[in-house]
C-alpha cells in the first residue's frame, strides 16, 4: 500500500528552523511532482512549495526567501527546510506527492500524508 509519511513538526520560536521529511513507500514506479501545503485552523488549505521531476521548484509568496523545498529521488523522500519561522507560519503541514505506481505505469495518481503540525510561538 503507497502512503506518505510526515514528519520533522514542533513547537519553535518565532526565527527558529525547523525541517520536514516526507518519505514515500509502496509500489513505487516513478516520483513525479512533490510539494508542501498547509492549513490553518478555520483556513483553506494552500500550497507551500512544489518541485517536479526536474527539480523546478515553486514557492508560496509568504515564504519565499526563508523555506526551501528539496528532493532525494533515491530515498523517495522531499524535504522542508523552513528558516525564520513566524506564528502566521503555525498550521499542519501535508506533503503531497504525484506518483505512478508499477501496477498503472501509463498514468500518476495524487497522494497525500497525513500531515505533521508545526506551531511557532511569538
Known amino acids: 500500500q503507497l502512503q506518505l509519511v510526515e514528519s520533522g513538526g514542533g513547537l519553535v520560536q518565532a526565527g527558529g528552523s525547523l525541517r520536514l521529511h516526507c518519505v514515500a513507500s509502496?509500489?513505487?514506479?516513478?516520483?513525479?511532482?512533490m510539494g508542501w501545503y498547509r492549513q490553518a485552523p478555520g483556513k483553506q488549505r494552500e500550497l507551500v512549495a512544489t518541485?517536479?521531476?526536474?527539480?523546478?521548484?515553486n514557492y508560496a509568496d509568504s515564504v519565499k526567501g526563508r523555506f526551501t523545498i528539496s528532493r532525494e529521488d533515491a530515498k523517495n523522500t522531499v524535504y522542508l527546510q523552513m528558516n525564520s519561522l513566524k506564528p502566521e507560519d503555525t498550521s499542519v503541514y501535508y506533503c503531497?506527492?504525484?506518483?505512478?505506481?508499477?501496477?498503472?505505469?501509463?498514468?500518476?495518481?495524487?497522494?497525500w500524508g497525513q500531515g505533521t503540525q508545526v506551531t511557532v510561538s511569538s
Open positions: 503531497n506527492a504525484k506518483i505512478t505506481t508499477w501496477d498503472m505505469r501509463g498514468t500518476q495518481r495524487n497522494y
Open positions: 518541485i517536479t521531476s526536474g527539480s523546478s521548484t
Open positions: 509502496g509500489s513505487i514506479f516513478r516520483l513525479n511532482a
